[in-house]
């Protein structure tokens, strides 16, 4: 019943998700006092890309997929950005998720533009060949946008390095020879980064670690709540287990599991990985995805879908720190009440940019061809992230204002910097 609540406010919000990115920009425009043609420049995604293609089913039939690739503003560099499959995905969502990356790889300064795709599907219902089959024609239908001087995909909600392998096979196809370098979240074995699989959940990590510090808190002895336990949720799970702190709930899609006491997180790792879900773990209690993000706990971790902290929920939110590696789980009408409460949300611009930065590392390792051992991957992320939350935390500071319209205030003057340098073309 509670999941589709959930399910339900998801669909409200879906339709708006780029209403709501446009008014986080214009909040951000107003601190900045950003010129109002420069705005009109940052507010359209700079290209949108619509394909409708056929692909062959096990049982002999052909479906046609619908999928998306926008591009927002280019300014800093190539397009980056994750491809979801997924249901639900929409041009809305789509071009909210590619502006979101626009000011994510400006707040952590990797030179980047952001770009987002997806496809309308529920890959939980495909098989594997139908799967590899609709990659490959959906990279197919968009190679005109993709390479890795224009446009780099990456895992998203749905997709995993499976996925990114077979994109990088296609592209090299069409090419005549490898091109690594197109794609990143690949695995090891063809160009892919040491650490790239766990940096969102690295990333996550500290900055759950350096909020709780700035609240005067640690994460050693803190109690988690984690809602998704794909590859961002599981990883971040694992991480903190390993940093000291107590993850007493996870949530799936089909709903989640509470113990006070703690989760044992290897031993749920262990169960996913066997049964593909978490419900098989014994040593705890169910709970409805809606229960778990009103747990009282330090630190809650949105790691699923946007839109699930509301201005329906926000009041019942007991969590001290909220680290968002969801992309857009809290909705404006929330961010205002959890403001008036004192939770401190660390915004998914920064929180969940641990992702993008080894993936830039992996780019950078593929152009060159010479690869990092993971502890150097693993430090120079850990610093990157260190060095961004101090910077958003200063910056809100400095114009009072809470930590999203801090990272707000960095991105949005980097890449309206960017546009303004460069000039308008011709
Ligand atoms: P994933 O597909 O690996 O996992 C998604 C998880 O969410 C699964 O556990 C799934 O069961 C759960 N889920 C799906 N629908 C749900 C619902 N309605 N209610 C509750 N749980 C639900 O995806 P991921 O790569 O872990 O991405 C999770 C989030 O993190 C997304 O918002 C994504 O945009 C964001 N993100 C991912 C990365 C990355 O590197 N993968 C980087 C930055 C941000």
Redesign the pocket.
Known sequence: MA?TI??RE?HTEESSAYAIAIRQLETAAHYLNLDRSLLEVLKHPRRELIVNFPVKMDDGSIRVFTGYRVHHNPARGPAKG?I?YHPEVTLDETRA?AMWMTWKCAVVNIPYSGAKGGVVCDPKRLSVHELENLTRRYITEISMLIGPESDIP???????PQVMAWIMDTYSMHKGYTVPAVVT?KPIAIGGSEGRLE??GRGVTVMAHEALKQIGSQLEGATVAI???????SATAKLMHQAGAKVVAI????GGIYNPNGLNIPALLHCAGRDGCIQAYRDAEPIT?EELLELPCDVLVP????G?ITGHNAERIKARVIVE?????VTPDADEILDDKGVLVVP?ILA?????IVSYFEWVQDLQAFFWEEEEVNRKLEKAMRRSYEHVAQTAEQNKVNMRMGAYIIGVKRVAEATTIRGIYP
Not at 154 to 160: E, F, L, M, S, Y
Not at 325 to 329: I, K, L, Q, S, V
Not at 352 to 356: F, I, L, R, S, Y
């Open positions: 999941q959930i399910e998801r994750g979801r998720l990456a895992p998203d909600v749905g997709t995993n979240g940096a969102t809602q998704g336990f794909g590859n961002v949720g949530s799936d899609v089909r995805n790691a699923a879908l946007h699930v590696a969801a992309n857009g789980p998914d969940n940019a641990g992702g993008v």
